[in-house]
Every structure is written in structure tokens, then in C-alpha cells.
């Protein structure tokens, strides 16, 4: 069975501070990966998604994810956090058929500005 | 606007009455996934459809959870005889053979 961890429930930055996000997965095959926010009061938002090919992805708001194989992470990253970048983040991750995903338990990101 | 609907958007219930909730999907998406999601948790996977077959059945779903999708389109989930351990964010998704999801804006149970 697949599972996600999420090792930090809750960060505080200061507007500006650089950002990092841990995300460990456990799967036995070839995986997508995927990391939504939530917003507070708004659904989930996709920010990006890995498949296959270039492991550093970069996706919506100046987010990227780098896919490291060896070590099964998804870490996501940001060089200048803002405000508005208050939100929950979730790490997820589906097999190669693009069934279910897994999420993980997220991330509570707080921007003190 | 998302794209998929969900209705109603809140829904409070007597313990042991019956609920049904709706989802929209995006019309060009085959498949269509329903979550729960408790406050400070990750959505959890309850089932999905692929047009109308239902392919996958987490162990969440108990026997009083059954979810339909009679013509490939929308879906409806039904919760028999609630409880209040079923209070919960239900969200719904779709995507075309699992190339990115898109989730809709949930439907929040209460359970009283």
C-alpha cells in the first residue's frame, strides 16, 4: 500500500523567508506525485505535478518540487515566501495508472508578514 | 468556479437519518473520485468511478456508504443511518485517466 508522510504540521516564515517542505512517499512502483493548497475556506488547488522526465518541476505562485528517486521525496520549494502563501499544503501521490491518490496529513503554512 | 460541483455544501443530520450528496464532475473527465476529510488530516480515499463502473472501494467505505454514477456523469454518495464519527468534509474529483485531479469545493457533514 502507498502512504505519504509529511514530517512538518506546522511552519511559521516571515515574508521573504525561503521555504521547504518535506514530503516522503512509500510505493512499490512508478509513481505520479503532486502537491495541492488549500486556501483557508477554498478547495484544493493544484500547484504541480511530477510524471515523468525533468525531476525539478516548477509550478503556479513561484512553487517548485524537485523529485529525488533514491530517497523518495517531493519536496516543495519556495525562495521568497508572502503573506498571501498562508495556506495548507498537501503532499499526493497516485501509481503509474492513475488511480486513487494518497495524500499526506499536510502541512500548515503560516506567513507572518 | 472549479469546474466540479458539489451540492449541497453543508448538511447538518440527526444521528441515524440518511444523506445523499451530489457531485458534478468536469464533463470532459472519465473519472470521477469521492474523499473524506477531517479537520487536520489529509483527504482520505473513499472510492472511484471510471464512466460508470466503480472500480476501487477503500475499506472506509462501510456497508452504510454507497455511491453511484448511473450514466458516466455525476455521482452521488448516500450515508445510511449516520454517525456521528461520519462528520466530515466530502469531497469529490475528477480528472481524464488520472492526468491531474481537480476537486470540487466539498460538501461538509455534521452529524448531531
Redesign the interface.
Known amino acids: 500500500a502507498q502512504s505519504v508522510s509529511q514530517h512538518n504540521h506546522h511552519v511559521i516564515l516571515s515574508e521573504a523567508a525561503s521555504l521547504e517542505l518535506g514530503c516522503n512517499y512509500s510505493y512499490g512502483g512508478t509513481v505520479n506525485l503532486f502537491w495541492y493548497v488549500q486556501y483557508p475556506g477554498q478547495h484544493l488547488q493544484l500547484l504541480l505535478k511530477y510524471f515523468s522526465g525533468d525531476p525539478l518541476v516548477k509550478g503556479i505562485k513561484g512553487f517548485e518540487a524537485e523529485f529525488i528517486k533514491s530517497k523518495f521525496s517531493f519536496n516543495l520549494r519556495k525562495p521568497s515566501v508572502q503573506w498571501s502563501d498562508t495556506a495548507e499544503y498537501f503532499c499526493a501521490v497516485s501509481g503509474n495508472a492513475g488511480n486513487m491518490l494518497t495524500f499526506g496529513g499536510g502541512t500548515r503554512l503560516m506567513v507572518k508578514p | 468556479d472549479?469546474g466540479v460541483s458539489q451540492d449541497p455544501r453543508h448538511k447538518i443530520t440527526k444521528r441515524g437519518q440518511n444523506v445523499t450528496f451530489r457531485c458534478d464532475p468536469i464533463s470532459e473527465h472519465n473519472?470521477l473520485?469521492w474523499?473524506r476529510q477531517t479537520l487536520?488530516?489529509?483527504?482520505?480515499?473513499l472510492t472511484?468511478f471510471q464512466n460508470e463502473a466503480q472500480?476501487?472501494k477503500?475499506r472506509l467505505l462501510s456497508d452504510r456508504f454507497s455511491a453511484e454514477r448511473p450514466k458516466g456523469s455525476f455521482s452521488t454518495l448516500e450515508i445510511q443511518r449516520t454517525e456521528q464519527g461520519d462528520s466530515a468534509m466530502y469531497?469529490c474529483?475528477s480528472?481524464y485517466?488520472?492526468?491531474?485531479?481537480?476537486?470540487?469545493?466539498?460538501t461538509r457533514l455534521t452529524v448531531v
Do not use: N, V
Not at chain 2, 40 to 45: I, Y
Not at chain 2, 97 to 106: A, E, I, P, R, V
Open positions: 472549479t473519472r473520485y474523499y487536520g488530516q489529509g483527504p482520505e480515499f472511484y472500480l476501487e477503500s469531497l474529483a480528472s485517466t488520472g492526468d491531474g485531479y481537480t476537486f470540487g469545493s466539498g
